[in-house]
């Protein structure tokens, strides 16, 4: 990446209007050490500036409103094309548009995931809700241009005390490795605090699919897995906005395509259970704060 070097003076490459010396200049001095040091840093695409995370704020506010709507009227018998009209209807009630909708070609306006479903699962009237299911609701929202993105496992009646607590550690490993976000640490620092509380507990980590940046679009640079080790892979700086959103299988950590899932659902490969919770993040100045939970 060239980043072109500007005079002292020059207005900032951020957008702010203020004199680079008064802005990112020494953010950008940061970044340049770190990079002689030998470190992956992330570009200026990466960072936000403030009214860019209001923006992606007040998209979350909305993603958030959906998914308590959605945690409210879940229930066993519905079928997930319901859960999808719900989400269609209050994300436009409340002036925003659902990302998944037409994204990539995907059918439906929210991704739900049921049992051994991986994600990327679609929402349809063939598919009723029963006692014991686990399901993500996965819901991407679009407002004033701001994309946001979240989900949340949700227990169907009385599930078994596994699946129970494969939604419990999914949960867990999130908040791990939110607890790892800060400026100047690294991807590698959440990717193995969540790998390690998923194996600990006897879990694996699905590993072809992650997190992402967000904001401007629905999927930005860069990607966040969770293989990576401690002290590895990009760093993380003030003004990153991206998502932390692990898959926790029961079994093994392989995954497949389901042969009737359009080329979007993905099932794990021994047809063992899997959980994912998803968050959005920004790196703040002194460590993140959490846009949608
Ligand atoms: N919400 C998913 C994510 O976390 C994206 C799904 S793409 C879709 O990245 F088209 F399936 F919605
Ligand atoms: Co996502």
Request: charged fraction near 25%; proline fraction near 4%.
């Amino acid at each position: 990446m060239s980043e072109k070097k500007l005079g002292r003076n020059d207005p900032c490459w951020c957008g702010s209007q203020k004199k680079y010396k008064h802005c990112h200049m020494e953010f950008d001095e940061k970044l340049d050490h770190f990079r002689r040091e030998g470190h992956t840093v992330p570009t200026h695409e990466m960072i936000k500036t403030p009214e860019q995370i209001e923006g992606i704020r007040q998209s979350s506010k909305i993603n958030i409103a959906v998914l308590d709507l959605v945690a409210q009227k879940i229930h066993a018998g519905m079928t997930t094309e319901e859960i999808d009209k719900i989400v269609y209807d209050e994300t436009t009630r409340l002036g925003g548009i659902p990302a998944p909708l037409n994204y990539e070609g995907f059918p439906k306006s929210v991704c739900t995931s049921v049992n051994d479903q991986v994600c990327h699962g679609i929402p349809s009237d063939k598919v009723v809700l029963k006692d014991g299911d686990i399901i993500n609701v996965d819901v991407s929202t679009i407002y004033n241009g701001y994309f946001s993105d979240s989900s949340r496992m949700f227990c169907i009646g009385e599930v078994s005390e596994n699946a129970a607590n494969l939604v419990k550690v999914a949960k867990e490993c999130v908040e791990l490795g939110l607890a790892e976000v800060k400026p100047w640490g690294f991807l590698g620092d959440i990717a193995q605090a969540i790998s390690d509380h998923a194996h600990k507990n006897g879990y694996t980590i699905v590993r072809e699919i992650g997190g992402h940046g967000i904001g401007l679009e629905f999927h930005e640079d860069p990607w966040v897995g969770y293989v990576g080790k401690r002290g590895t892979d990009m760093m993380l700086a003030p003004g990153m906005v991206f998502t932390i959103e692990p898959m926790v299988n029961e079994g093994k950590h392989n995954v497949r395509m389901d042969e009737n899932g359009q080329d979007w659902i993905v099932v794990t490969s021994d047809g063992k259970l899997s959980a994912q919770w998803e968050i959005t993040v920004a790196v703040t100045e002194d460590g993140y704060e959490v846009l949608t939970y």
